[in-house]
């Protein structure tokens, strides 16, 4: 049963439309922009306003400015970039709200593509403030969230302002919803997890979620060593989350077999590129080095794995993956990831950065474009910004 608008559920000819995207894309010292996927995620989107005929306002963070105006943090390389990825002229105001914003809007025709003054130079935008959200949604007739790496933050420009003015799902939020969401509702079976990053703590949550769901959950990163610890074996200088070992137990007995550990790893004398390093077996990691990455017996163990599953979700890189050398298991998972028999999944952050560096995006089902909302998200909870739609949807239907 439909629960939020989409898009195309609205006529946007001749009417002003208000998008949050996420353009909080990553800066160089200098502020140039150093990766621009986040931009172009979102031009399904604006080109299908400016082909329907639509005023399109876009509305944005950059950064952590923290409701104070800071030079580097202005969205005036982010109008550029998407100009240039537009081939159309975009407008770049310098407010988010106000009578100069207010009149600007007022005389934009069709077709034409405004974008606002980063939205955290005002605190009350993290504050949720509805005043400062009443005061977004009065710019047009309709809003429109394609913003999904801001839509577990009950934020004034994804929750507040639903409030006030019928809004939608754009392209890209309309397809991590019901891609990941049809994965962990109804995934063809079997149906597989990987987990991976340094601390079971950030995960706890998820891997308790999935391990209801899937068949084998397989572990990576720096946290294996905490499961393996609580198993009694003795794990060198990795590290471990000692506050957390009899969590780790606990999840191994809760989980019955479904939740598969390395059987190896790559010991390095310390994290550097430049660090002695040697594959052992897991129980034989020597007391003076520290586990830096899955070894070659995971990699083929995990692949077995892998090689028969019809859904797959990985979140979390396997090693060290920003070292070269301490890369190859999530590189290794990353290329079984791209066989084209299966559903893939990947979360955002860390394991879709090595996705990218592999170049190996156009071969998955999807990369998600948010890391902690696909964290939430895979730990089943509600993100505010999508009740916050489904809300609107039954105030405005």
């Known amino acids: ?13 001749n009417k002003r439309v208000l998008v949050r995207v996420d353009f909080n894309v990553p ?28 005023m399109v306002i876009l509305m944005s ?15 005036d390389k982010v109008a550029e970039r998407l100009e240039k990825l537009l081939k159309k002229k975009v407008y770049k105001l ?12 007022d ?26 959200a009443n005061s977004l949604a009065d710019l047009a007739d309709l809003y429109i969230n394609d913003a999904f790496g801001t839509c577990h933050r009950a934020h004034a420009s994804v929750e507040g302002i639903t409030k006030y003015i019928p809004a939608a799902a754009g392209f890209l939020l309309q397809k991590e919803i019901e891609i990941m969401g049809s994965a962990l509702t109804k995934p063809k079976k079997p149906f597989i997890a990987i987990m991976g990053g340094v601390k079971v703590s950030d995960k706890i949550n998820a891997i308790n979620n999935l391990l209801k769901k899937v068949d084998k959950l397989l572990i990576g990163g720096a946290m294996m060593f905490t ?11 990795s590290l471990v989350e000692e506050d957390k070992l009899s969590l780790a137990k606990n999840l191994l007995k809760k989980a019955k077999g ?10 390095a004398a310390k994290i550097d590129k430049k660090a002695e390093s040697r594959t052992v077996d897991i129980d034989n990691i020597p007391k003076n080095m520290i586990g830096v990455d899955i070894g070659p017996k995971t990699v083929k163990l995990y692949k077995k794995i892998i090689s028969k599953a019809k859904t797959i979700i990985w979140n979390g890189p396997m090693g060290v993956f920003e070292i070269s050398k301490f890369a190859k298991g999530t590189s290794e998972i990353a290329k079984i990831l791209a066989r084209p028999k299966a559903i893939t999944i990947v979360g955002g952050g860390d394991s879709a950065a090595a996705i990218e560096k592999l170049k190996l995006e156009k071969k998955l089902t999807h990369v998600s ?29």
Request: include cysteine; charged fraction near 35%.
């Open 227 to 237: 499961f393996l610890k609580s198993k009694g074996i003795k794990t060198g200088k």
């Open 61 to 75: 963070h950059l950064g952590r400015p923290k409701g104070e105006i800071t030079n580097q943090l202005k969205m």
């Open 107 to 132: 005389k934009m025709v069709d077709k034409e593509v405004v974008l606002l003054e980063n939205l955290r130079f005002y605190k009350e935008e993290k504050e949720n403030d509805l005043e400062f």
């Open 369 to 397: 474009t948010g890391g902690g909302a696909s964290l939430e998200f895979l730990e089943g909870k509600k993100l505010p910004a999508i009740q916050a739609l489904e809300k609107n949807y039954k105030r405005f239907k």
């Open 27 to 54: 800066l160089d010292k200098k502020g140039n922009i150093t990766d621009d996927k986040r931009i172009k995620a979102a031009l399904p989107t604006i080109n299908y306003l400016i082909k329907n005929k639509a």
């Open 94 to 105: 310098d407010d988010c709200i106000g009578q100069d914003v207010e009149d600007f809007i």
């Open 258 to 267: 479904k939740l598969v550990l390395p059987v190896d790893t790559i010991a």
């Open 1 to 13: 049963m439909k629960s939020i608008f989409t898009i195309k559920d609205f006529n946007v000819k």
